[in-house]
């Protein structure tokens, strides 16, 4: 079965200092590899999507994300945290064409000022 | 940019009654979905919609749960006798290719 684990529950960074938020997906297939943001009672918003191109995928924001096939991640960054980036994120693996996604547990920023 | 909006934002019921929740997806999208978020726990698939019937469903729709796009443009989710475990926020979802567009979501609290 498809699985994605975020390694962490809750990550604190310092702003203006780096952020990474950590998934690994399970290993079928070739799959599609996506991070949406949840900010407070607010949706799902995408960030950024990796689709089988570039390894290494800009998104909004100033967030990046690569795609490293050996290590089955696709850990999430950001140079420099802003406040406005807390927020609640979460990891999305799909294995055909979006049809079915599957989300982790996501990962709670807090950017502390 | 076209997107995916819900309605109602918020509702409250009382155990066993019916609610309705409604999506209007991305308009030239042709796969639609539901997911529900229970308070602090992931969000989890319910159900996708395809061609004007289910083409996949999870354990957690049961026969309490039914959809159905009754015009064309809105894709309703429905919870005939609502328990108090429905509580959650639900999203809907419309695909284009690979990509899946959530709408801002609907918080059920069931009293």
């Known amino acids: 079965a498809q699985s994605v684990t975020q390694l962490d529950s809750h990550v604190s960074v310092s702003e203006g200092t780096p952020v990474l938020l950590r998934c690994n997906y399970s290993s079928s297939y070739s799959p599609s590899l996506f991070w949406y943001v949840q900010h407070p009672n607010k949706g799902l918003q995408l960030l950024l999507k990796?689709?089988?191109?570039?390894?290494l995928v800009k998104g909004i924001n100033g967030f990046e994300a690569e795609f490293k096939k050996s290590e089955t991640s696709f850990h999430l960054t950001k140079p420099s945290a802003h406040m406005s980036d807390a927020a609640e994120y979460f990891c999305?693996?799909?294995?055909?064409?979006?049809?079915?996604?599957?989300f982790g547990p996501g990962t709670r920023l807090s950017v502390l000022p | 940019e076209p997107e995916v909006t819900q309605t109602p934002s918020h509702q409250v019921t009382q155990m066993g009654q019916e609610v309705i929740l409604r999506c209007v997806p991305i308009s030239n999208h042709l796969y639609f979905y539901w997911y529900r978020q229970i308070l602090g726990q992931k969000v989890e698939f319910l159900v996708s919609f395809y061609n004007n019937e289910i083409s996949e469903k999870s354990e957690i729709f049961d026969d309490q749960f039914s959809v159905e796009r009754p015009d064309g443009s809105n894709f309703t989710l429905k919870i005939r006798s609502t328990k108090l475990e429905d509580s959650a926020m639900y999203f809907c979802?419309?695909?284009?290719?690979?990509?899946?567009?959530f709408g801002p979501g609907t918080r059920l609290l069931v009293l």
């Open positions: 999305v693996v799909t294995y055909n064409y979006g049809q079915n996604f599957v």
């Open positions: 990796y689709t089988s191109a570039a390894t």
């Open positions: 979802a419309s695909r284009t290719v690979e990509t899946q567009y």
